[in-house]
């Protein structure tokens, strides 16, 4: 009797797609790009599904397994030069929404309501993958945040977030040095704040961009799920 084969990962249906570029909407648990090492939890990963579907789809920019939401994957070498040239230019702009422990007051000297974390990122080489705050060695990090909600009875407040570097961990690691970590956080949570959700509560949420071809002005939203 022939034992039965693995299961085939599901196909991700893009949000939209052209010839130069994909939008898609990545689950949380699912890896952003294939992760090292042959097991299967490491080959399964929203860039190879996509590329079951587009061929000459592309990694642009990636996001943590943990996080969910809005990710770009380029159509071919070009485009993805292209795309990969706005991110590092910071031409591309990304928008997440977060719920941290405590209550996280605006900044009382933004008069617009958004506050700046600027706090330089470094690898934690004895703990890695984790990061860690380095005035010295880090390299330079910048997060605009705002409050959009105090949930009272939760003792939680729901942030928007605008990184404008894009450090690994970037956003988990400044709400955990502001003193207010993501709930659902595993790596840089404590224990209780870990088990008050059964998933990181992170997700990409809007994201706009310049048309690599055309030019033309691309929003793309995908409203929080939690």
Known sequence: ??????????????LYFDDALLV????????????RGRGADKQDALSTRVQALFADALV????????????LMARGIRAQRSLSKAFADREVCKRYQAVVGGRLSPPADAPDGWGVIDLPIIVDWPRRPLRMIDALQGKPSIT?????????????????LAPITGRSHQLRVHLQALGHPIIGDTLYASA?????ASRLLLHA????LTHPVTGETLAFESPAPF
């Open 205 to 208: 949420c809007a994201l706009t």
């Open 24 to 35: 898609l909407d990545k689950p949380a648990g699912l890896l952003a790009v294939p992760g």
């Open 1 to 14: 009797m022939n034992a039965p084969s693995p299961a085939t990962p599901p196909l991700v249906e893009p």
């Open 60 to 71: 642009v920019h990636r996001l943590d397994m943990a996080t969910s939401g809005l990710m």
């Open 192 to 196: 209780p704040v870990q088990a008050r």
């Open 144 to 160: 605009r945040w705002r409050v959009l909600a105090h949930d009272a009875p939760a003792n939680t407040t729901r942030l928007e």
